[in-house]
């Protein structure tokens, strides 16, 4: 159980009397007790509201719908059938373009390594899907919402620990947040699943074309070829359904082939790819490479191994100021944001009077010397200036 709300003031559990804080020696009252466990939970509202009190933010919170999709393809979770479907559900709520659509993560890491002491620490991070592509999935985007205390993993108790973020959640739901007010007021060894998926996509029908036999290969590259559509950054939709009608066929196959043991529930589950993949769109922005790496973020903050939690939440916290804080910096200032790329040489110089292909500014990545290009080199040159100069 959770000591909040009325049960803040107990020391027992009500469930099981397990005690709240760990015996302390001797009688000295100035001694602080300490928990066994301490839940850590940040507000998701005033990040929510943040977003829309910076000038950085604000004007990509109401892309979805604004945003031209070609017919039939999906590049974002707003082209698929579930944002739509929910759309009609609650009209009210669609009305609205800067309602924030949520997504969340619940997973954990092992703080020790593999082969360390056993000590598994679950932060649960939300994203908002209102942003665009290019920004939602960002690590700065991702709100570290609760840490749930180890060492244990939280299991089927995890709805225990996410009480205080549905509370949150509903409140938001029912009420909402006001903005612009007084915030005070309110199987390889060691091979991740980031390199398995780009073996299945890419590698499988190369690597196995001379290897075995044609109906084997086939196979196999069905299923390749199944993983790289549904994992494209944009859909087809016509191809989606395609590969529905399609994929129980390949499922068959690959049961013509392999032994009956190979086959267990994760290996049929391919057959509800596709049909996911149309309702909840581009598979970018669910599965958990992102959110992995964040938790890799979250994993080098901490500095004492004694309070992992807390030495995670306090260094978060510090990230995540200083993060905003930048929104309200002048254009010219440079910070870790704003940090020109390592190729970046600056900006279009249109003071030049020459044709615009030649304003962009260059450096050499070498010594510079001189000499005459071919042929070949010239005509591609002026390919280049053909296709990439508005005044050809």
């Not at 924030?100 to 619940?106: E, H, I, Y």
Request: charged share 25%.
């Amino acid at each position: 159980m959770l000591f909040w709300k009325d049960d803040k003031h107990l020391e027992f559990c009500k469930f099981c009397g397990h005690a709240r804080y760990k015996p302390t020696r001797g009688q000295n009252p100035r001694h602080k007790k300490t928990a066994y466990a301490i839940l850590r939970y940040l507000p998701i509202t005033p990040r929510l509201q943040r977003l829309y009190a910076s000038n950085t933010t604000v004007e990509h919170m109401s892309w979805h719908a604004t945003h031209e999709t070609e017919s039939g393809v999906m590049c974002h979770p707003f082209d698929a059938e579930a944002w739509k479907y929910f759309n009609e559900t609650h009209p009210d709520f669609a009305l609205e373009p800067r309602n924030v659509r949520l997504g969340l993560c619940a997973d954990g890491f092992a703080l020790h390594g593999q082969y360390g002491k056993l000590y598994s620490c679950w932060p649960i991070s939300i994203t908002p899907y209102n942003l665009p592509p290019r920004m939602c999935m960002k690590s700065e985007y991702m709100f570290l919402s609760l840490i749930i205390p180890g060492p244990a993993n939280p299991k089927r108790l995890i709805d225990v620990y996410l009480q205080p973020l549905i509370e949150e959640l509903v409140q938001l739901w029912l009420v909402g947040a006001q903005t612009c007010v007084d915030l005070n007021d309110l199987k390889m060894h060691g091979m991740k699943s980031h390199d398995s998926h780009v073996f299945m996509e890419r590698l499988i029908p190369i690597a196995f074309r001379e290897m075995l036999p044609e109906f084997v290969w086939s196979a196999l590259t069905k299923v390749s070829l199944l993983f790289q559509s549904i994992s494209s950054a944009t859909l087809d939709v016509n191809k989606i359904k395609e590969l529905e009608e399609s994929v129980a066929i390949i499922i068959c196959n690959l049961e013509k082939i392999f032994f009956p043991a190979f086959f267990d529930s994760m290996g049929h589950l391919i057959v509800h790819l596709p049909y996911e993949a149309r309702v909840g769109g581009p598979v970018q922005y669910r599965w958990m490479y992102p959110f992995e790496r964040f938790l890799h973020t979250l994993k080098k903050k901490v500095k004492n191994k004694a309070v992992v939690e807390a030495s995670i939440c306090e260094a978060y916290i510090v990230e995540e100021i200083s993060t905003f804080a930048t929104h309200y910096f002048e254009p010219d200032v440079v910070c870790k944001r704003r940090r020109p790329g390592r190729n970046d040489d600056g900006l279009n110089n249109e003071s030049v009077k020459h044709i615009s292909i030649f304003n962009y500014p260059g450096r050499p990545y070498s010594a510079s010397k001189m000499r005459y290009i071919t042929g070949k080199e010239r005509h591609d040159a002026e390919t280049y200036i053909i296709a990439n100069c508005s005044e050809a």
